[in-house]
């Protein structure tokens, strides 16, 4: 296909859907060539913006939102980390015919293979508007596709299809990033640990440890952050009605689900800095008087995660110093924490 170049604008929310736009805009235009002529046809650029729209909204009422008439692209493609539905069937594309626009929701398509799956929908976003409604890969063919006037809806199958809608609000959340986002946390927890692993009763503790009682204080422990941290920044949705109680049930899911990710990773980290200091810093002489034999591997690793766990009990009372904004902002993306506003 030859003629002048097309633009095709990315718009997207902040946070994850952004940074799949940057990586999709450098890669959208050799996937078109396959099915659409030269690479050079395309033109593709990203813009980050979050619009006001809810997820029973309409597609003319995102096209409102956008202001479509304002803009001078030949399509546009609108990544959001809002969850759509229909009924209680995640929808993963609309596509509004007249208007050139596409409007993925991230959070239908879950957890897995997203950058691959995100492009695959841009090329068929592409293809419904070029009148090419035979050209889409075997993941889209997959998807139900319904056609209303002149809006194309692809909804997600039928089999876990709420499940797979549940990993795409945690993956929306970003869930690694809640260690970094929480400072203070991660302060009380380390000063806790690196207090308490100067305590000869520690030493002692762990060594008369075995696994499954490490095992179940690591489980009460990171329990008692993810409880915390839910209790004492209101992140629990309760639903003002029983309407509500469904979609409140699916969202409290995904709070429960980011912040248990978040606090293993948190865990770990936390582990591994003790370790390191218990091996730096702890002489082995005076741990082996205390405990009555030489000091090996397995005494400071017994040692590392007893204390590992006394300290996320820490890094919980330390949760509280935290501003209820940044526990939101490392927790959540962008469209779960208007939900809150």
Known sequence: MTG????????????APATLAERLSEKL??????????ADRWDVSVRRHAYPIKEDDAVSDVVNAMDLASESDDIVIYLTDQPRRDGTTPVIVDISVPDRLGIISIPGMGAMFVDRRVRSLARTVVAELEEQVGDHDASVKRLTRREDDDVVRYTAPSSFSRLR??????????????????SKVLMAAFATGAVSLAYPTMWQLSDTMGPWRL?????????????????????WEKPSSADERERAALYNASTVVTLTIGVVIFHVGLFVLLLLTAWWTIPPQMVSQNIGHPVGASSLFRMAWLVASVATLGGALGSGMEDDDVVKAATYGARQRERFD
């Open 4 to 15: 002048e170049p097309s633009s095709i604008l990315l718009v997207a929310d902040p946070g």
């Open 29 to 38: 235009p050799r996937v078109l060539a396959n099915g659409a002529g030269d």
């Open 165 to 182: 809608l549940l990993a795409g609000m945690v993956y929306a959340n970003r869930p690694w990033r809640v260690t970094l986002g929480m």
């Open 215 to 235: 095992t179940a204080a690591t489980l009460l422990s990171t329990s008692a952050l993810i409880t915390w941290l839910i209790v004492e920044h209101d992140l």
